[in-house]
Structure formats: structure tokens, C-alpha cells
């Protein structure tokens, strides 16, 4: 069996950073590593609609690094074409996962209603991608396994476990010993040192690595971002502005929460509300407590973190908070722009510069949170261009993703140099980018696939 035929093909997250897809086959097994959604602009979004390259009904099973919508998102649509087979994640995974696929099938459902009552499809009706049922069956497969334990999936399947990757809550990297090769792949990989999340478990050999690179060619910042945090603030509310975050629920959100609680105990922090403006981030915040082994906060901190905010639910709750003009700070999912609450806020605050736009993370090319980073001075929200007077504050040292250093230094933990590796999850210039330098520093060989290129392992 060591000798059966093993490829590799890379359905998604192939020179572009969204879309995570990698499927394994061998002796007529089929395994997807990761089931993402295209994201950013719309050729790479039409991509969602197309045909997978293989049946769905024929994969034996999902691997997933993350509940992230780039890496999780396709799974309803992925069920809803025909998979049946378990979605093997961790624990916090299967959670993070149902909060994020619960919405993203209400936010599907939601625009597709939209574009019908005002007419505005080229399809009649406009369907969801996928629903809220899809979702449903989909959570049902999740089956999860705890980090640092090797599992067999049944039926002639390889072996697997799940090391920790930081990033966010379950994540983690993924070995897979399958026919005499051992595979490893990133996911994402988190920051050393993060104040929330642990570092990065390191591993020691693999045959054969997938490495994500979407900051392949960057560093952060490495200014305190709580230094920068309480500046912007008080600015902004020097002014009379209010400060608005488009956060991802899941990670970043949580992160802002921390660092606002220690300004605020150290007295650097105006006295401002802070709303916590998405169900789904307040939903993600109270999984804290349920998995508190997967982060580094100590109970009574991240108590202490999520009580400071004001928590809204409803979207009356939300209107109130787009119809005032007092200073505030407010934190509200969408990370990128592309869809929920922070739309509203952005159309409210965008136009006044008192009001300050805080980017907390990576922009995917094509979505509104990289036009506003960028400096665009109109983005398009529900069918309007909206002005973008107010200030636009950059804090990408708050993203959860390994720079380039981070990424050589967790490559650096292996012992001996995998056969081949391939670099995902990344735009052109990044990716290729840490491919030369994984040459350079270690002698490694190095590809970036295409999308849809096959690999013999």
C-alpha cells in the first residue's frame, strides 16, 4: 500500500488567498482538506456557483483546519450537492463552524430575498447558494477529535492529528499519514506571543507540506497595538466621532475586546460606550468559556473583556446605534465588508469625518474593507455610493496571521526538509515571494500551484 498512486490537487486558495479546497486521492479514496468560500472580487465569487472538478457525493470525507468562511463555507453547498461523509475538525472547530455556517445560510437566504423584491438579479428568482437546511445537515457531520491524538478515519482511510495553529479558537494544522507519505498542512497559522491565542504548535517532519502564505512578502507593524488603539481613540472622540470596526466575529473581535479592557483598566480609555454589535461575534466571545483551554486568557479576564462591551442582538438594538451621533466605539462583523451589520454603520459614519474607520486585518482584493483601506473615497453599499469622509485607521498589526518572519520561524521547527512544498492561500506576489525565500533559507523546493493542478506525492 506504500506504494499506491497519492495526489494532490488544489481545488481552491491556489495563487488567491480564499476558496480553501486541497484534495487527496489515492486507491480511489478521496479526502478535501478545507472547504472554503471564494471571496473578493466577483470572478473569484462566480467561483462558488461553478461545478466542482469532482462529484461531491465522492469524497469520503472533509478535513477542516478552521471554521473561518474562506476554509468552512462551501461545506452547506458541498452537502447540498451531495457529501455525506464526516467533517473531521476539533472540538471548538465544530462550534466556531456552526455559529459561522448558521449565518453565512441566513446572510445567503437574506440577500437572495433582497435581490428579488427590488428586482436587481439576471436571475429570476435569485437562489441562495446555499440555506439554512443545507447548514443544518452540514453541522450534523461535524465529528471531532482533540489535538495531539492520532485517529484513523474508517475504511482504508489515513491517519490523522490535529496540532494547534493559534489563529483562531480550533484551529489547527493538520498531519495526515496516508500510503507511506505524511502530509502536513497549515490551515492558518497564528501569531507567536498573541495576547489571546497560543503560539503555533511546531512540527518536526512531513514528506510532503502545504504552507499558507497570505502574508508571504509582509511584516506587521510592531508597535504595542493598544498604544495605537488608545490614540485613535482618543482622537476620534476628541473630535466628537465615533470609532467604527468592521472586526471578524471570530478571533479579531475578541482580540479588540481585550485590548479595549486594558486600556480601560489602565485608565488610558475614554469614557464611551463600547457595542459589541453582531450576534455572531457575542455568540464566538461566549465560546471563551466553554473552550478554555484553547486560548490564553485566565477566566476572570475574559469575564472582565466581555462584560466592558454592550452587547446587541437585535437589529432594532443596532439601528439605535447607526442613528447616534454620540461618541463610541463600535465593533460589528462583517472583518471585510462584504455583508451584516457593519454595512449599516459604514453607510451612517462613513460620510463624517469626525468619525474614524479602523481596518483591524487582511482586506481580500475586490471587498469593500480593502477599497476603504486603500483610500477609496466611495464604496458601494446597497445600491448607493456611499462618501468615505472619515478617517481610515490601519491596525493590520491586529492580524491573526503569521507574517512572513512567522511563518519562516515555524518552518524553521522542522527537523529534516519535507520532499516537496507546496504554497497556498496566498495572492501571486506573497505566495511566490515565500517561495524564494523557503529556497533561499532552507534549501526547500518549493511550488505554488495553479488552480486545479494536479501533483503526484
Excluded at 486558495?13 to 480511489?28: D, N, W
Excluded at 502536513?184 to 511546531?202: A, E, I, K
Excluded at 447616534?324 to 463600535?330: A, D, F, L, N, W
Excluded at 454603520?345 to 460620510?351: C, E, M, R, T, V
Aim: net charge negative.
Amino acid at each position: 500500500m506504500a506504494n499506491a498512486a497519492l495526489t494532490l490537487r488544489c481545488l481552491g486558495a491556489a495563487s488567491t488567498v480564499t476558496g480553501s479546497k486541497h484534495l487527496l486521492e489515492a486507491e480511489g479514496k478521496r479526502i478535501l482538506l478545507d472547504c472554503g468560500l471564494f471571496q473578493g472580487v466577483k470572478n473569484l465569487r462566480e467561483l462558488n456557483w461553478a461545478a466542482l472538478a469532482v462529484e461531491p457525493e465522492s469524497i469520503d470525507a472533509v478535513v477542516l483546519s478552521h471554521a473561518h468562511l474562506d476554509h468552512s463555507g462551501y461545506l452547506p453547498r458541498l452537502v447540498r450537492d451531495g457529501f455525506s461523509g464526516p467533517i473531521v475538525c476539533t472540538e471548538a472547530t465544530a462550534a466556531v463552524g456552526e455559529i459561522i455556517l448558521r449565518d453565512s445560510a441566513y446572510l445567503q437566504e437574506r440577500d437572495a430575498a433582497f435581490l428579488n423584491k427590488h428586482k436587481a438579479s439576471k436571475h429570476h428568482p435569485a437562489l441562495p447558494l446555499y440555506d439554512s437546511e443545507d447548514a443544518r445537515r452540514a453541522i450534523e457531520l461535524f465529528d471531532t477529535h482533540p489535538f495531539g491524538q492520532e485517529f484513523s478515519l474508517p475504511g482504508e482511510g489515513p491517519v490523522l492529528m490535529f496540532r494547534r495553529a493559534g489563529h483562531i479558537l480550533g484551529a489547527a494544522t493538520v498531519e495526515l499519514a496516508w500510503h507511506g507519505r505524511r502530509i502536513v498542512f497549515t490551515g492558518d497559522l497564528g501569531r507567536y506571543d498573541d495576547p489571546v491565542m497560543l503560539d503555533p504548535d511546531p512540527v518536526s517532519a512531513a514528506d510532503y507540506l502545504l504552507i499558507e502564505s497570505t502574508y508571504g512578502d509582509r511584516l506587521h507593524d510592531r508597535a504595542d497595538p493598544a498604544d495605537v488603539l488608545a490614540d485613535v481613540v482618543a482622537a476620534t472622540v476628541k473630535r466628537g466621532g465615533t470609532v467604527v470596526v468592521p472586526a471578524f466575529a471570530v478571533g479579531r473581535a475578541q482580540t479588540l475586546l481585550y485590548y479595549l479592557w486594558q486600556l480601560r483598566e489602565a485608565g488610558r480609555l475614554p469614557e464611551v460606550p463600547v457595542y459589541l454589535d453582531s450576534p455572531m461575534a457575542i455568540n464566538a466571545s461566549d465560546l471563551l468559556g466553554t473552550y478554555r483551554d484553547d486560548h490564553r486568557l485566565a477566566p476572570e479576564v475574559y469575564e472582565w473583556m466581555c462584560a466592558m462591551a454592550v452587547y446587541t442582538r437585535e437589529a432594532g438594538q443596532s439601528m439605535k446605534i447607526s442613528a447616534s451621533t454620540e461618541p463610541k466605539i463600535v465593533i460589528s462583523a462583517s472583518g471585510m465588508a462584504t455583508g451584516g451589520r457593519i454595512l449599516h454603520h459604514l453607510k451612517a459614519f462613513g460620510p463624517d469625518p469626525r468619525n474614524t474607520i479602523m481596518v483591524t486585518g487582511y482586506q481580500v482584493p475586490g471587498t469593500r474593507g480593502a477599497a476603504i483601506a486603500a483610500g477609496e473615497r466611495y464604496v458601494r453599499i446597497y445600491g448607493e455610493w456611499v462618501p468615505i469622509n472619515a478617517e481610515v485607521a490601519n491596525l493590520a498589526m491586529l492580524s491573526a496571521h503569521a507574517d512572513a518572519d512567522e511563518l519562516v520561524r515555524w518552518a524553521g521547527g522542522f527537523q529534516a526538509p519535507p520532499r516537496k512544498v507546496f504554497v497556498v492561500h496566498g495572492e501571486p506576489q506573497p505566495a511566490d515571494t515565500l517561495r524564494t525565500r523557503l529556497d533561499r533559507e532552507f534549501g526547500w523546493q518549493a511550488t505554488v500551484p495553479r488552480p486545479n493542478q494536479l501533483f503526484d506525492l
